[in-house]
């Protein structure tokens, strides 16, 4: 009754997206269709709600005659994984999907704020529509509460390497930022229709852009985080084409982040503005198909039905369709832009759109082109991380000797030498990095750069923060304590990259590996520690089986026990890897736990890296992720006091 119950009010939401795209698009001025598109889409909004809480329902009851508990869930696993698992699966992330989209369509129809009438009722039509669109697929094509008759006395489990509490958190995040873009795209449309991109528009804008582009952040931060310690390979980006779906989107999220920005104070970039909102979400869109048509063979993939790819290969044509196709007819009536000169913060922001298009356009290509070759009959071809280092790193690293100095200057018209003055300190700082680095790696230039490039990053992002605590008189004290929020918010995010860029230069560059054999009360040497296996038995889990050996670490700092295992899961053939890892201030030591070796006389294979500053990345993220935060509530608290 439950899974009806579910199935019913997602099929009611249906109806009231498409009613809620109708009026909205409908109602131009204040009258009854407009008050009856915020009930609507409220009301849309509220049964996703109670649609999702039957499908969690039937996970934690381990219903069995629900295909996707029968096919994801088995009755011996943990709670927080019986929740997790109505979410990692393709039908209930699709549930997952339409929720989102409501709610924020739900939210967007009940803050007007200071836009026009027109356009406010227009972005939730639209947003209504999206919705619609989603539900449309998830209903007709991948249900997920479709019965089984007859039902099976036991279900086959949630797949192992997704029983972890990462991955219980990452596709909510990644989703909230994955659709979140559409509501950045529900107003660009709306702006379109009404051929008005004003400020007040992006006023409206940026905090919807800012919540997506965060959770995007902090969504793939923790599925990298979850990649390095749960596939046991010791990595914690591989360029896989599933990631890129994801890297994309916040690329071009990023780019749209500042671009807003310029909108909202300058009234410039309007039709920028707007085309990067279409291409995030067009983006996005195009993420979803990589993942769930089947075309890529990954660990990330969901589906692997060509029927349910080509649906979202229309729902594509469709968005970009109707977005591109206004764009083209409408854009050239927007109002024209305000001027600022070559050197000022709009310019600096410009190049930060440059980049971050160019960069999402690059990785776009690397990650399609092998798609076309082998659709045209060219055969297999892989497009791997060379590629991608060798044309998306100098690009990133291009923008980012570029970004310390948009805080620097000042809107319209900027001071170059004042702004060299005050960044003087960091470029001695970088320089002294470089020559360093270049001595001690003998001559790598390439790592050097890099360290020097993240250096450049953090120690401009401080000398800001020390430029605007300067400020004004009375104790330093005091006046960090009324510090803007905003300055704080892109401090952090702009030191965020700085410290994300020296952690993936030396993890990249430096890391060491090697694969020995081991039996208890054996060691090895290995990146200056004696690496010693101690003992190696068999245990139990919750759900699982697991073959542990414990470790002995010892280097000068001192001595450290860490465990690394070989699981075994009922539902699954494959056994999985949970490594070891023991984190230190150079960087981690990651133990993963191979097989039995034949004839070896107890000896086990283990393979051992030494990953350098490996968590400044996770560190790094996690403050870009904080900046964005930061900004978002900053942004909130200041609508209200204008209200």
Same mark, same amino acid.
């Given at each position: 009754?439950?899974?009806?119950?579910?199935?019913?009010?997602?099929?009611?939401?249906?109806? @009231?997206?498409?009613?809620?795209?109708?009026?909205?698009?409908?109602?131009?001025?204040?009258?009854?269709?407009?008050?009856?598109?915020?009930?609507?889409?409220?009301?849309?909004?509220?049964?996703?709600?109670?649609?999702?809480?039957?499908?969690?329902?039937?996970?934690?009851?381990?219903?069995?005659?629900?295909?996707?508990?029968?096919?994801?869930?088995?009755?011996?696993?943990?709670?927080?994984?019986?929740?997790?698992?109505?979410?990692?699966?393709?039908?209930?992330?699709?549930?997952?999907?339409?929720?989102?989209?409501?709610?924020?369509?739900?939210? #967007?129809?009940?803050?007007?704020?200071?836009?026009?009438?027109?356009?406010?009722?227009?972005?939730?039509?639209?947003?209504? !529509?999206?919705?619609?669109?989603?539900?449309?697929?998830?209903?007709?094509?991948?249900?997920?509460?479709?019965?089984?008759?007859?039902?099976?006395?036991?279900?086959?489990?949630?797949?192992?390497? !997704?029983?972890?509490?990462?991955?219980?958190?990452?596709?909510?995040?990644?989703?909230?930022?994955?659709? /979140?873009?559409?509501?950045?795209?529900?107003? $660009?449309? *709306?702006?379109?229709?009404?051929?008005?991109?004003?400020?007040?528009?992006?006023?409206?804008?940026?905090?919807?852009?800012?919540?997506?582009?965060?959770?995007?952040?902090?969504?793939?931060?923790? /599925?990298?985080?979850?990649?390095?310690?749960?596939?046991?390979?010791?990595?914690?980006?591989?360029?896989?084409?599933?990631?890129?779906?994801?890297?994309?989107?916040? @690329?071009?999220?990023? *780019?749209?982040?500042?671009?807003?920005?310029?909108?909202?104070?300058?009234?410039?970039?309007?039709?920028?503005?707007?085309?990067?909102?279409?291409?995030?979400?067009? !983006? $996005? +869109?195009?993420?979803?198909?990589?993942?769930?048509?089947?075309? #890529?063979?990954?660990?990330?993939?969901?589906?692997?039905?060509?029927?349910?790819?080509? *649906?979202?290969?229309?729902?594509?044509?469709?968005?970009?369709?109707?977005?591109?196709? +206004?764009?083209?007819?409408?854009?050239?009536?927007? $109002?024209?832009?305000?001027?600022?000169?070559?050197?000022?913060?709009?310019?600096?922001?410009?190049?930060?759109?440059?980049?971050?298009?160019?960069?999402?356009?690059?990785?776009?290509?690397?990650?399609?082109?092998? #798609? +076309?070759?082998?659709?045209?009959?060219?055969?297999?071809?892989?497009?791997?991380? &060379?590629?991608?280092?060798?044309?998306?790193?100098?690009?990133?690293?291009?923008?980012?000797?570029?970004? &310390?100095?948009?805080?620097?200057?000042?809107?319209?018209? /900027?001071?170059?030498?004042?702004? @060299?003055?005050?960044?003087?300190?960091?470029?001695?700082?970088?320089? !002294?990095?470089?020559?360093?680095?270049?001595?001690?790696?003998?001559?790598?230039?390439?790592?050097?750069?890099?360290?020097?490039?993240?250096?450049?990053?953090?120690?401009?992002?401080?000398?800001? +923060?020390?430029?605007?605590?300067?400020?004004?008189?009375?104790?330093?004290? =005091?006046?960090?304590?009324?510090?803007?929020?905003?300055?704080?918010?892109?401090?952090? =995010?702009?030191?965020?990259?700085?410290?994300?860029?020296?952690?993936?230069?030396?993890?990249?560059?430096?890391?060491?590996?090697?694969?020995?054999?081991?039996?208890?009360?054996?060691?090895?040497?290995?990146?200056?520690?004696?690496?010693?296996?101690?003992?190696?038995?068999?245990?139990?889990?919750?759900?699982?089986?697991?073959?542990?050996?414990?470790?002995?670490?010892?280097?000068?700092?001192?001595?450290?026990?860490?465990?690394?295992?070989?699981?075994?899961?009922?539902?699954?053939?494959?056994?999985?890897?949970?490594?070891?890892?023991?984190?230190?201030?150079?960087?981690?030591?990651?133990?993963?736990?191979?097989?039995?070796?034949?004839?070896?006389?107890?000896?086990?294979?283990?393979?051992?890296?030494?990953?350098? #500053?490996?968590?400044?990345?996770?560190?790094?993220?996690?403050?870009?992720?904080?900046?964005?935060?930061?900004?978002?509530?900053? @942004?909130?608290?200041?609508?209200?006091? *204008?209200?």
């Amino acid at each position: 009754m439950i899974a009806e119950i579910g199935a019913f009010a997602a099929a009611l939401a249906l109806a @009231l997206s498409l009613a809620q795209g109708v009026f909205g698009l409908a109602a131009s001025r204040r009258d009854s269709r407009a008050e009856a598109t915020a009930a609507i889409a409220q009301a849309a909004a509220a049964l996703c709600v109670l649609a999702f809480i039957c499908l969690i329902i039937v996970f934690v009851r381990s219903d069995f005659s629900v295909a996707p508990v029968a096919a994801n869930s088995h009755i011996d696993k943990p709670l927080i994984y019986k929740i997790a698992g109505a979410w990692g699966n393709h039908e209930g992330s699709m549930l997952l999907w339409c929720l989102v989209s409501a709610v924020f369509g739900g939210v #967007l129809a009940s803050t007007r704020g200071s836009q026009s009438f027109g356009l406010w009722s227009r972005a939730v039509g639209v947003q209504g !529509l999206v919705t619609a669109g989603a539900l449309i697929y998830t209903l007709f094509l991948s249900n997920p509460f479709a019965r089984l008759d007859p039902a099976p006395m036991q279900g086959s489990g949630l797949n192992p390497l !997704l029983q972890d509490p990462a991955l219980a958190a990452h596709p909510p995040l990644l989703y909230l930022g994955y659709v /979140g873009l559409s509501v950045p795209f529900s107003l $660009a449309l *709306a702006a379109l229709l009404e051929g008005k991109a004003d400020q007040a528009w992006a006023k409206a804008l940026r905090p919807w852009t800012l919540l997506a582009w965060t959770c995007l952040t902090l969504g793939i931060g923790l /599925g990298s985080y979850w990649a390095y310690y749960e596939l046991g390979w010791g990595g914690w980006w591989f360029w896989d084409p599933v990631e890129n779906a994801s890297f994309m989107p916040w @690329l071009v999220a990023c *780019a749209l982040v500042h671009s807003a920005i310029v909108t909202e104070r300058r009234g410039s970039l309007a039709s920028w503005t707007i085309l990067l909102a279409i291409l995030g979400f067009g !983006l $996005a +869109l195009l993420g979803t198909f990589l993942v769930r048509s089947g075309v #890529l063979t990954s660990v990330h993939s969901f589906a692997v039905d060509p029927q349910r790819g080509i *649906a979202v290969l229309v729902l594509l044509a469709i968005a970009m369709g109707a977005g591109f196709g +206004l764009y083209a007819w409408r854009a050239p009536k927007l $109002a024209q832009p305000s001027g600022f000169a070559a050197i000022s913060r709009e310019s600096m922001l410009v190049w930060n759109n440059f980049g971050l298009a160019v960069a999402a356009g690059v990785v776009l290509i690397g990650t399609l082109y092998p #798609l +076309l070759v082998e659709a045209l009959g060219g055969g297999l071809i892989s497009v791997g991380p &060379p590629f991608f280092n060798m044309t998306v790193a100098p690009l990133l690293a291009a923008l980012f000797i570029v970004l &310390p100095f948009g805080p620097m200057l000042t809107w319209r018209v /900027g001071d170059m030498r004042q702004a @060299l003055l005050r960044l003087a300190p960091a470029a001695a700082l970088a320089v !002294l990095t470089l020559i360093i680095a270049l001595v001690i790696t003998h001559w790598r230039a390439a790592p050097a750069i890099g360290l020097a490039i993240g250096v450049w990053l953090i120690a401009g992002g401080l000398i800001y +923060l020390w430029t605007r605590i300067r400020r004004g008189e009375g104790a330093a004290f =005091a006046k960090i304590a009324v510090l803007p929020l905003a300055v704080w918010s892109m401090s952090i =995010a702009h030191i965020g990259a700085g410290v994300l860029t020296l952690g993936a230069v030396a993890e990249t560059a430096f890391r060491s590996e090697q694969a020995v054999a081991l039996s208890p009360g054996e060691g090895v040497t290995f990146a200056g520690r004696r690496i010693t296996m101690i003992e190696i038995g068999e245990v139990e889990g919750p759900n699982y089986s697991a073959t542990r050996a414990n470790f002995r670490v010892d280097s000068a700092s001192g001595a450290g026990i860490v465990a690394a295992e070989r699981r075994f899961y009922p539902t699954s053939p494959m056994p999985t890897t949970e490594v070891g890892i023991l984190s230190s201030l150079d960087g981690d030591i990651y133990i993963a736990l191979g097989e039995a070796v034949r004839d070896g006389a107890g000896a086990w294979s283990v393979r051992l890296y030494h990953n350098p #500053l490996v968590h400044l990345i996770f560190i790094g993220v996690s403050m870009m992720g904080v900046g964005g935060l930061l900004s978002f509530i900053a @942004l909130t608290r200041r609508r209200r006091s *204008a209200a």
